[in-house]
């Protein structure tokens, strides 16, 4: 069964940092390019960041570059966001997705690019 279950969300004051993780199993991550998408409250789902399935490109939205960072351990069948300086308008309820590869990172980070996707976990950001 193919799967992707996402962890680290809670509540965190303006300019702290979370860690999310996504664990995944059920197919081999080292031929997937893995996504972080985010949906806020009365908005679409959008595209923070991902990763190439060999970890060597990125992408990031302009809102968090600078500010958070993907990574992928495929040993562990697990990718990362961290996430510093964190603002209230960070918050949302945050997705990892995977697809295998069908052209650039940057092109492939955008959710109907993506098939297999997670629960989603929950960032909030307020003081």
């Known amino acids: 069964q193919l799967q992707l279950v996402e962890s680290g969300g809670g509540l965190v004051q303006p300019g702290g940092s979370l860690r999310l993780s996504c664990a995944t199993s059920?197919?081999?991550?080292?031929?997937?390019?893995i996504g972080w998408f985010r949906q806020a409250p009365g908005k679409e789902r959008e595209g923070v960041s991902c990763?190439?399935?060999?970890?060597?490109?990125?992408n990031y939205a302009d809102s968090v570059k600078g500010r958070f960072t993907i990574s992928r351990d495929n040993a562990k069948n697990t990718v990362y966001l961290q996430m510093n300086s964190l603002k209230p308008e960070d918050t949302a309820v945050y997705y990892c997705?995977?697809?295998?590869?069908?052209?650039?990172?940057?092109?492939?980070?955008?959710?109907?690019?993506?098939?297999?996707w997670g629960k989603g976990t929950l960032v909030t950001v307020s003081s």
């Open positions: 990763i190439s399935s060999s970890g060597g490109r990125t």
């Open positions: 059920g197919f081999t991550l080292d031929y997937y390019v």
């Open positions: 997705a995977a697809r295998r590869p069908l052209s650039t990172v940057q092109a492939m980070c955008v959710p109907s690019r993506m098939d297999l």
